[in-house]
């Protein structure tokens, strides 16, 4: 498992990580997962509910799978997060036994105006979230990057707004 190549490229829904994880693997050829995609989220839930209902039993299924999934001395992009909101629709924080089990080498975290990604999970996800939930979870998801990166000694490296030059630049020097 130490062969793992893992960036992990975390952010609240609808931050950007898909549209910079498609850069990022264009330029880099880097492979492409998402925690949904690798969860098999829509045999779980409904793809449009944003609520876990089990942390555990859903962090567990997360890496059993991606270990099913990783092939040595390729490098993966991982998107997924570093809290996600409880089945009462609020904010929590993922375990760090899940960061543990994924063994990142390095995380790129997203971050961008609360009422940008308001604006785009009501036209994606076709519901409203309250912006102070919103607004709460970045603030824990910065928190627990930053928590997650130092308990792991990994580099962490915070892009506002999707800036991928400066993205491009610092994974050429990883």
Known sequence: MNDRKIIFVGGIHAVGKGTVCEKLKQKFNFKHLSASQVLKWDEMSDLNNKKVQDFKTTQN???NNLGKIIEPNKTYLLDGHFTLLNSNGEPEKIDE??????QPKS????????KLIFERLKKRDNSTYK???????????????????QKLDIPLFTVIDGDTTSIFEYLETL
């Open 61 to 63: 299924r997360l890496l």
């Open 97 to 102: 036994s899940a960061f543990i089990g994924i």
């Open 107 to 114: 995380i790129i975290l997203l971050t961008c105006e609360p």
């Open 131 to 149: 912006l102070d939930v919103l607004e709460k979870m970045q603030l824990m998801e910065i928190e627990h990057a930053k928590y997650i990166s």
